[in-house]
């Protein structure tokens, strides 16, 4: 199937002049901006470092950690720093996780108050030798920041196997926000997800808002890697279909050469455009742009 652009043929940021050639590290002129000036960083790292805390800024390489860390957040990542699915966009390190840590849910609600975080997002490597794929220990965590300060929370999950128990588990500790990423749309699934599955994902979201109404339920997708304007559009179509609340579109950023490589740079004007057409869609909250993410803003995005 050929990708189109995602603009008309008049448009002045054509495909064709966004178009990664294989191997380029050149990036366009919008994708590009200054380092923050704040000791904030320094704060957050040593931080979390003292605390043997993970973040999903360190080890998926976020574009956004500098802007992130100076304004003292991040968005923590539990149960590890090696995944057990070797998806084809992210730099998380694959293989054969270590045994899960008892005391990360104390640990972690210590950095969540330190911080004074208001809005605490907490995500996870797939843990596909665990039972329940993580899922107590996501309802520990949720718990222990909630009782030690108060903030709302945010859960980014895997999708456990399709395990609804474990889904329900998560949402035993009543987390404000319940965020799963379809990421891309159906075609590229093999290619980009693995062993990841489109529908399972959609019944996860479909599960929750039916568990759970009151709890935000949120997704992302990345841009730029061959989707065309139909594909998104079905998506977009699907997430509503199953209630999902939230939306953000980003584009994908390839973290090393041994990665997917970025078929296409998506220019800010179709950002705007693809996120004037979710929200006319019905998303209650949208955020789309070339640097969004699944948690950057969070807590601007549910306020």
């Not at 009782?147 to 980014?156: D, K, M, Q, S, W």
């Not at 609340?245 to 693809?274: C, M, N, S, W």
Request: hydrophobic letters at 35%; proline letters at 7%.
């Amino acid at each position: 199937m050929r990708s189109l652009p995602l603009v008309s043929p008049n448009d002045s940021c054509s495909a064709a002049a966004t178009r990664e050639s294989p191997g380029s590290r050149r990036l366009p002129s919008w994708l590009k901006r200054p380092l923050p000036r704040s000791n904030g960083n320094f704060f957050t790292e040593t931080l979390l470092r003292e605390l043997r805390l993970e973040t999903v800024c360190d080890n998926a390489r976020c574009p956004n950690r500098p802007e992130c860390y100076s304004k003292k957040t991040a968005t923590f990542m539990i149960l590890g720093n090696v995944c057990t699915r070797p998806c084809g966009f992210c730099s998380v390190a694959k293989g054969d996780p270590e045994a899960v840590e008892d005391d990360e849910p104390e640990r972690l609600a210590e950095a969540a108050a330190r911080l004074g975080l208001r809005h605490v997002v907490i995500t996870s490597v797939t843990r596909d030798d665990l039972p329940d794929g993580g899922a107590e220990h996501f309802r520990r965590c949720i718990l222990a920041v909630r009782a030690r300060t108060g903030a709302v929370v945010e859960v980014l999950t895997p999708d456990f196997l399709g395990d609804l128990r474990a889904v329900d588990t998560v949402l035993s500790a009543h987390p404000e926000v319940f965020n799963h990423n379809l990421e891309t749309v159906p075609r590229l699934y093999r290619k980009v997800r693995g062993r990841a599955a489109y529908q399972r994902s959609l019944d996860i979201l479909h599960h929750v808002k039916q568990r759970r109404p009151e709890i935000v339920t949120k997704s992302g997708l990345m841009l730029g890697l061959g989707e065309t304007l139909e594909e998104l559009f079905e998506v977009l179509s699907d997430l509503r279909a199953v209630g999902c609340d939230t939306l953000t579109l980003g584009q994908y950023l390839a973290p090393t050469l041994k990665h997917i490589a970025v078929v296409r740079y998506v220019p800010p004007e179709e950002f705007d455009r693809l996120g004037e057409l979710a929200r006319r869609l019905g998303f209650r909250h949208v955020a789309s742009g070339p640097f969004v993410r699944s948690s950057y803003h969070a807590a601007e995005m549910v306020r």
